[in-house]
């Protein structure tokens, strides 16, 4: 098993900027990859990033890209996810999870974060 909990949510103005993390414990060495996920009021999830456990190779998806950065520090089994210039429609529950070696979902969550952006 591997356990996730997220950190970092807040209210910031637009313009502003978040930095989430995502601390991982227990087996984490099969992890494969870790995202960062995000579900606004009345909307279904969305994926926002992901990166390669190992290969710490990053993906954005494109409503992000230029302004939200997944990263990972490999001392700590942290994942974060860097947000600036936030938009109010970024408004939503962040949630980071894991995917295990091998499976094509993901299969561990965490609780999520409330990021809220003011106009």
């Known amino acids: 098993q591997v356990q996730l909990v997220e950190s970092g949510g807040g209210l910031v103005q637009a313009g502003g900027s978040l930095r989430l993390s995502c601390a991982a414990s227990?087996?984490?060495?099969?992890?494969?990859?870790m995202g960062w996920f995000r579900q606004a009021p009345g909307k279904e999830r969305e994926f926002v990033a992901r990166?390669?456990?190992?290969?710490?190779?990053?993906y954005h998806a494109d409503s992000v890209k230029g302004r939200f950065t997944i990263s990972r520090d490999v001392a700590s089994n942290t994942v974060y996810l860097q947000m600036v210039n936030l938009r109010p429609e970024a408004t939503a529950v962040y949630s980071c999870?894991?995917?295990?070696?091998?499976?094509?979902?993901?299969?561990?969550w965490g609780r999520g974060t409330q990021v809220t952006v003011s106009s």
């Open positions: 999870a894991g995917q295990s070696i091998g499976d094509a979902q993901y299969d561990y």
């Open positions: 227990g087996r984490t060495f099969s992890l494969a990859n």
């Open positions: 990166i390669g456990w190992s290969s710490r190779i990053t």
